[in-house]
């Protein structure tokens, strides 16, 4: 995008009315960030050139050198409470022993010199880490009661809402992309509304979902009756990896579920199936069977196939909302960011699970944002 | 639904906004028709139990009574201008050589005298014949003008639009349920409008066009570019041998196809096929391929496979038309009924194809119509 | 078949050259069975029709008088060694407390008494009941020791192998058309023998696996490299339920996912997943998707969806391997039917996968026992 | 394959029993053609690269020193009878009002300086040009009839007619491998085998034929009673432009469509239909919907997706006929080439359409051949 090898394809930017706002600029903007394993982003990006064939050679060989410079700026995560498949992935180098505290206090010092190194006006973190199981521990509602936990190594928090906190502290916005809790806590809410910061989750509606909250709003409105939902899906990235451990699909597929129900008003049999398949790479393929009743009882079919690369689906969304917080920032929005609801598929706090209905919401906001950032600009 | 022997899936009536208004009892509803085949109700609906397997025999042999009764209701139509598939389809016992001014007064008569035998409140009569070909002709806008041309068996008009004449002639509604020409022409607007009637079409949005009106809106939205979207459509039922002419098969694909651009904004390669399978009876599949590039240019592809009954796709939007028709009646609306945008392939006058936003706009009139019906009432 | 109300659609006898064979007559055979569930044979067609709509109701009433005979034939079989899902359809009816060799001795009790009754020439026993789990056990290669093990309750063998033995005992051929374990073992193949008797399977191979077995080896021929093959399957009649089970499932899977590599002469990776949607009741729908390599390298998919009846899938299978087995035992065959292979999904002591050469095998077997009984006739 | 840049998937030099014939080595292979474009080599292989993504960037670089030595062995081909279509891809430099016997005494004269000028043993010419029209004249069936029309402007002989005449007459064996008339004719075979030549086709089964020919035979085999075969097609190479006139795209669905019936024994209703879609390049994507009936005449339907490449389907096709032809020629064999039916739509005299059988019919000659070339080695 920086460079003008791309098209805004996928971005909301493109979309008229969402054109006009005045969103951040491509070069104004930086990327750090933290990854627990030892690869290399341009080794990532040559997958995606050789294995998947989702990005041209050329643009490749032109980005090369903004992804080692963006390489330097990624720092040691945290893999504290990660289950065995995902401390399989982590590289040696990241610190041991850490308590909870420890860990957001060394995070939250890498986004404050990230911030202060490259003069940045305000830092989004985006959590697109691989999704972790769900967490079964009661967790205190205020923050002065979970905060007392961060000390313990037997502290039930999982690596997700470390970054949360770390980035409240840091003064900076916290998107979650993932399933995983983050900071969907009562307590991390409060956290983020003491430090004037914002946040929103859970979980990027980029394929399969996408097309659940787009289609069952159609049944419900025929007053189609749906019998059935049956969503198959498969893919062999580093995320596949990641869910093929059954604790981790658990959140994954919980996620991918309810909203059917949500939508209809009733709930048929639904059935999520996720499975790596090595060799479809960053293809992810969903197969979904839609069995129903129409007048008279008659029962008849819906099925879709999606055929996406799960990055390039993925990668623009995130550039959406870190760009969409941002406008929210200068807004002086503080705490839960709910127009964010259609990129989500359990969007915190909002009922709401049928796409259009939450695009409305989106575009609501917008209009808003753009009349109150005029005004601003005005004086 | 008279006899309780089936639920209201299918029916908007059965949707949360909608089941509070005051419609039609089914007790209320008498059913006649016109006809240009000599094929009983019983027949037809006894194709359904035995090719398409859609009614349960035992549901059949319950209603054959009603059926024979509303059979005996059913008078001789009209082929004027039909081609020759349709004139193919016509019995012998159809009145031969009438002017369209003779067959619109006949039609008319039985309309009245329908209207007369039964003390029907309100008539509506929907257009479910086959598809008739396109007009090229250039018709007067004024219904002065266009009446001068009913003497002339030279009159370009179709069937449908004879049928939608007498209709208004006896004070009955219409609703075109086909992509015939029908009551669309300016001149029978006007018609409409000083017979104190209403009227509304074309083409009912029953499975793969109700599927567009769903998906592209996604598309546009998440900004993902629809590179070309391609659909095939076969089924095996009278309609499909109609439109497997050529000159009946442009309407029909004409009005499945235009609102991919519409609701796009740009005009993506489309494809639109139908043939006529015969060993699908009443079965119509429809298999839709959607290519589109999403970032960085990254082509991808959704696919879906509509595998529905068409009969019971249609019949219940058909009922919803005419209970919906009789309460716009009730609260003294005349000429187009654009509220009824969300059942058509090219809602007559709205230029908004989304169907969750034409949607809003059936539950925006049915809260007014609620509220003018109470207000009515309390009178 | 007895009324001729159905034609020999699905059955081999129909083919060209197996048509000319001196197949048993339909009105030479007589039905009966053991039954774990106290279900009548007419509730359960009576399923087919309202639930799955896969008989007529006229053909349904047609033939309820016979299906009410055969209900006279049906006697309590065995749950010796079944898991809870299947001890959970169990009637309370069935006999307690059995040692396999008791078990053994009542079932050929019940079919010496049928063949009396009905004075059968030669009696096939078909196991048609749900998947049992692996057996994980050592079993003795010789029918000597394995008897001795059937006076313990603690006896390892399954159902399936129980009416095996008894079916041996009572002079009976044997079908195992599950991939339960039967009469699968050596020493189960040494008393077939030595009572003169023949048996074979397992599992037949109605649909998803036919073709597997039919696709697999085009891509063998044209050395398109197959990356991985993942098929799902959803039904929901009561062999659904019983694969719920994780324990039965592992059966059905390793015998669904097998010959791919037998094939092809590698292993590509392949998933096999069994759901139970309920509203789906008889009919199957399995979605496979294929990702293979071409020239170049170049990945390319294939995609198959099945949408079939399981029970009429598998009937006509189950009566051509009876008459098949009736031919054989008239040609003096005995032990195992290798030429019965193109039938089942593990067809035993045949490495050969391809569905065509097996077929072929099937053809030259037939025509042989053509020549071979009609010299018989002759003489 | 000369630089080792690629296994030899697709190739059936890579399947067993075939591996072991002595196949003309890649590096004794030297590649010449006819064209009626301008386009080079290297500017389509681009278009492959760029567009449809089928071949690396690297592979791409690595191999277009050669290609360019390739378009140096390009001459100007004919179009003589071609039809508009076919005419505008054309390039100016093309001669002008030649008769026939003109055009294939310069094509004849082409193809024997590329024997000399590279001391060719053994010349193979292969039609891969975009599909002619259906020929409807009465054609002589000897050679010296023909012959004789050879230098009217009149003669009805096509393009494809042209080349194999030229190839003949220079010496080389002919392979059609489009649905074109090429040396189908009776006075072709006749001047082929004067000549002392070899010669076969038509039309290469890469894809969705292929399937027919693998699947049909199920279906004959289990007696399952196939209702219709539907297949639609869509793609966008230039083969595709050629075929979307209507007059070439004849040729094309006879030679699709035809086997259904020829392999059943009966002519379910069938429909092919072919589509431009100029969006999907080179790939081609096939979705067939089979209706069909099995016992008790319950219809059911299997569903088929094929998305390939039509040029990596399709060349490694055309390089193992190169191959098998010139083993053929090296074992003494004349005339029609039958056991090459398994790469052929349309396989010149061979009744056999089931893909398994026409394969053993290969591995048969390739056994034969093997042993013969081995005894003339030994000699």
């Given at each position: 995008m920086q460079r003008g090898l791309t098209p805004e394809v996928g971005l909301i930017s493109g979309v008229k009315p969402f054109a006009q706002l005045p969103w951040a600029r491509w070069d104004e903007i930086v990327v750090g960030g933290h990854e627990i394993r030892s690869l290399r982003l341009t080794q990532a990006v040559a997958e995606l050139v050789d294995q998947s064939h989702t990005l041209d050679r050329r643009v490749f060989d032109a980005i090369s050198g903004p992804l080692e410079e963006i390489d330097r700026e990624i720092c040691p995560g945290t893999v504290f409470n990660g289950n065995p498949t995902v401390r399989k992935l982590a590289s040696l180098g990241l610190p041991n022993g850490e308590t909870p505290a420890q860990a957001i206090e060394r995070l939250a010092d890498d986004?404050?010199?990230?911030?202060?190194?490259?003069?940045?006006?305000?830092?989004?973190?985006?959590?697109?880490?691989?999704?972790?199981?769900?967490?079964?521990?009661?967790?205190?509602?205020?923050?002065?009661?979970?905060?007392?936990?961060?000390?313990?190594?037997?502290?039930?928090?999982?690596?997700?809402?470390?970054?949360?906190?770390?980035?409240?502290?840091?003064?900076?916005?916290?998107?979650?992309?993932?399933?995983?809790?983050?900071?969907?806590?009562?307590?991390?809410?409060?956290?983020?509304?003491?430090?004037g910061s914002r946040h929103y989750g859970c979980d990027g509606k980029t394929g399969e979902t996408l097309m659940k909250s787009v289609l069952a709003p159609m049944f419900a409105r025929r007053n189609l009756e749906v019998l059935s939902w049956v969503g198959h899906n498969i893919f062999g990235n580093t995320d596949g990896i990641v869910l093929a451990d059954p604790s981790n699909k658990q959140s994954k597929i919980a996620s991918k579920d309810h909203l059917i129900g949500d939508i209809l008003g009733y709930k048929p049999q639904t059935h999520v199936s996720i499975e790596y398949i090595a060799s479809l790479g960053d293809w992810k393929t969903a197969w979904d069977h839609i069995h129903f009743r129409g007048f008279l009882?008659?029962?008849m079919t819906l099925q879709f196939i999606w055929q996406g690369c799960d990055s390039v689906l993925a990668a623009p969304l995130v550039l959406d909302l870190a760009r969409l917080a941002d406008l929210a920032q200068r807004c002086g929005q503080i705490g839960r960011m709910s127009f964010m609801a259609p990129y989500f598929k359990s969007p915190l706090g909002v009922q709401e699970q049928a796409f259009d209905r939450q695009f409305q919401m989106l575009e609501q906001w917008a209009s808003e944002a753009k009349a109150s950032l005029a005004r601003a600009d005005a004086r």
């Amino acid at each position: 995008m920086q460079r003008g090898l791309t098209p805004e394809v996928g971005l909301i930017s493109g979309v008229k009315p969402f054109a006009q706002l005045p969103w951040a600029r491509w070069d104004e903007i930086v990327v750090g960030g933290h990854e627990i394993r030892s690869l290399r982003l341009t080794q990532a990006v040559a997958e995606l050139v050789d294995q998947s064939h989702t990005l041209d050679r050329r643009v490749f060989d032109a980005i090369s050198g903004p992804l080692e410079e963006i390489d330097r700026e990624i720092c040691p995560g945290t893999v504290f409470n990660g289950n065995p498949t995902v401390r399989k992935l982590a590289s040696l180098g990241l610190p041991n022993g850490e308590t909870p505290a420890q860990a957001i206090e060394r995070l939250a010092d890498d986004l404050r010199q990230f911030i202060q190194r490259h003069g940045v006006r305000h830092l989004v973190v985006v959590n697109v880490a691989s999704t972790e199981p769900p967490i079964s521990a009661d967790l205190p509602p205020r923050w002065t009661d979970l905060r007392s936990l961060l000390d313990s190594p037997g502290c039930p928090l999982p690596a997700s809402s470390l970054y949360a906190i770390a980035a409240f502290t840091a003064g900076a916005s916290y998107i979650n992309f993932t399933p995983s809790l983050g900071a969907s806590l009562p307590a991390l809410d409060e956290l983020c509304s003491e430090q004037g910061s914002r946040h929103y989750g859970c979980d990027g509606k980029t394929g399969e979902t996408l097309m659940k909250s787009v289609l069952a709003p159609m049944f419900a409105r025929r007053n189609l009756e749906v019998l059935s939902w049956v969503g198959h899906n498969i893919f062999g990235n580093t995320d596949g990896i990641v869910l093929a451990d059954p604790s981790n699909k658990q959140s994954k597929i919980a996620s991918k579920d309810h909203l059917i129900g949500d939508i209809l008003g009733y709930k048929p049999q639904t059935h999520v199936s996720i499975e790596y398949i090595a060799s479809l790479g960053d293809w992810k393929t969903a197969w979904d069977h839609i069995h129903f009743r129409g007048f008279l009882g008659v029962p008849m079919t819906l099925q879709f196939i999606w055929q996406g690369c799960d990055s390039v689906l993925a990668a623009p969304l995130v550039l959406d909302l870190a760009r969409l917080a941002d406008l929210a920032q200068r807004c002086g929005q503080i705490g839960r960011m709910s127009f964010m609801a259609p990129y989500f598929k359990s969007p915190l706090g909002v009922q709401e699970q049928a796409f259009d209905r939450q695009f409305q919401m989106l575009e609501q906001w917008a209009s808003e944002a753009k009349a109150s950032l005029a005004r601003a600009d005005a004086r």
